[in-house]
């Protein structure tokens, strides 16, 4: 009998716990990405914001985070992905007391901001390290672990979001991740490996993290401001460091900062290119790694549902805080019926995998994604019950937990070891994107039909002039729908006298006119996911069959 000597070598107990200690630095700052989106109609009336203030709530996180994710990757590559990952937890912490201090729009802003600093040098360090750590068998459970955490995590944060904003205050939502971040620090020195990759090219490329930096923050800048800018025609003046962008110029800053944008995301690849294939230098986007067809796909795949994922985060709390009038603790339940589908079919989708095949369990989840958030549109309404929500949202929960969990796997399965770091880094990176364009595309598309909605219900209402009428419009647009809460808790002894209900009834409809919309544009972009993976399998069964 001979030993097999070519046989993958089998992760040890140290790995398994620092398995853990990733999964629950990862677990950390995937929650902050949606703990406050339930938070957000308390956080809005605190700390006075706007719409737009809320969305760059949401969205500075993940443009940051996009940002420099592929930077970090190359980083923690070269210097060490546990160095990085202490690293990153550390500043996230510092983001985290920065937030809980914040007592302005602008100051939670910046503190977000750190805490995307933090989180891009967490994300992709877990991955890669998972990546170069595990081998065989084990780095299928390892994977599908990760995928989990990604999908289950980002579906408990607004549970615990609404848990902590109720019984607490809403600075706990940041104040949670302390003692986590602590006990994340130690374990990291304690058990995870300091993996590193053999980077034989030369440099780091400053021009290219400059270059994407301008171009992702350019283009979210757009989508979030146009609505309050405008987005041709000035509405009104843009300042920023002593700079003012007067509402009486020929053109509004917002088409100008997209154009820019768009410009030096254009650039971006350009450089990226040179610096890979003419120069021969360190890149921070490896090119040559969308020449294999899985990895384009998956990531194609991952961009369109982090779209439709994040944008139903940023609107669903909205509507069941201020348009079905429920507390923010009422609101994380329904939320969390998200998270149980997904951590129930995450722990399946492995099993399902080895029956099916990975890219069958992804298209699978994309279409309870689909159908689920499509469902919730038809049924959103100012008086439908939260209980069948929340059944419907644990079918889009369940296909959260199926296309997560299996998506990364097969995204990396051809990425070489060498490149994990720079692939991981890649597609988390899009995911991030995606989440940023998410928050940014759907509450644009709210807003927008806001603007619709509101009028068309308001008008039937008697005894509320028409100044009236385009002032409630545009305060409940700006307030987030906060406008709605307010004018219920005032009934008939408020302002507009016995019209209150009826006018509060009128926006509460409006409000949900205009989210129904929001989702429908978000089982679009899911829908999109759809057919990318789709073409992903087809193109995995056509390689096997090469193959054999």
Do not use: C
Request: aromatic share 6%; hydrophobic share 55%; glycine share 12%.
């Amino acid at each position: 009998m001979t030993s097999d000597t070519n046989a993958e070598p089998r992760a040890t107990r140290r790995d398994w716990i620092g398995l853990g200690v990733l999964a629950a630095g990862l677990s950390m700052i995937v929650v902050d990405g949606t703990i406050v989106g339930v938070a957000l109609p308390v956080i809005i009336d605190d700390l006075d914001m706007d719409l737009t203030d809320a969305q760059w709530v949401n969205s500075i996180y993940s443009v940051v985070f996009a940002a420099l994710l592929l930077t970090a990757g190359r980083l923690g590559d070269r210097l060490g992905r546990r160095t990085m990952f202490i690293f990153g937890v550390l500043v996230f912490l510092l983001g985290s007391v920065l937030a809980a201090l914040a007592g302005s729009a602008t100051a939670l802003i910046a503190a977000r901001l750190v805490q995307g600093i933090g989180g891009a040098f967490v994300l992709p360090t877990t991955l890669s390290s998972v990546n170069a750590t595990f081998r065989g068998k084990d780095r299928v459970v390892a994977f599908a672990v990760w995928g989990a955490v990604i999908s289950g995590m980002a579906a408990v944060g607004p549970l615990l979001g609404g848990w902590l904003t109720t019984y607490f205050t809403w600075p706990w939502i940041f104040v949670v991740n302390i003692p986590i971040g602590v006990a994340v620090l130690i374990g990291a020195l304690l058990a995870v490996r300091n993996t590193k990759a053999t980077i034989t090219v030369p440099g780091l490329d400053v021009d290219g993290l400059l270059l994407s930096a301008i171009g992702f923050g350019g283009v979210i800048f757009a989508l979030i401001e146009g609505q309050s800018l405008g987005w041709w025609t000035p509405i009104a003046e843009f300042t920023i460091f002593g700079f003012t962008w007067p509402a009486d110029a020929p053109v509004s800053v917002v088409p100008v900062a997209g154009a820019i944008g768009v410009v030096a995301l254009v650039l971006f690849v350009v450089w990226e290119r040179h610096r890979a294939v003419g120069s021969h230098r360190s890149a921070i986007l490896d090119l040559t790694l969308f020449k294999v067809p899985t990895f384009t796909l998956g990531n194609i795949t991952a961009l369109a549902v982090a779209i439709g994922e994040f944008g139903l985060l940023l609107v669903l709390p909205l509507f069941l805080v201020n348009a079905l009038g429920l507390t923010t603790m009422g609101a994380g339940l329904v939320l969390a019926a998200m998270a149980l589908g997904a951590f129930g079919s995450g722990a399946a989708a492995r099993h399902l995998a080895a029956a099916l095949g990975a890219t069958r369990v992804v298209i699978l989840g994309l279409a309870l994604e689909v159908v689920g958030v499509a469902v919730v549109a038809v049924f959103v309404s100012s008086t439908v019950s939260p209980w069948l929500l929340a059944v419907l949202l644990a079918v889009y929960g369940a296909g959260l937990g199926l296309a997560s969990a299996q998506l990364t796997g097969t995204v990396l399965a051809d990425i070489p070891t060498e490149k994990s770091g720079e692939g991981s880094a890649t597609q988390s990176t899009v995911r991030q994107l995606g989440s940023a364009l998410g928050s940014a595309i759907l509450g644009a598309v709210l807003s927008v039909s806001l603007a619709h909605t509101l009028t068309n219900q308001l008008e039937p209402v008697q005894g509320v002039p028409p100044q009236a009428q385009e002032q409630l419009v545009t305060a409940t647009r700006d307030s987030a729908g906060g406008t709605i809460s307010g004018l219920r808790e005032q009934g008939d002894t408020g302002t507009l006298g016995p019209a209150g209900p009826e006018v509060t009834t009128a926006l509460s409809e409006g409000f949900g006119d205009a989210t129904r919309i929001s989702l429908f544009a978000a089982a679009g972009f899911l829908a999109l996911g759809l057919v990318s993976a789709t073409a992903l399998h087809l193109r995995a069964r056509r390689d096997e069959d090469v193959v054999v």
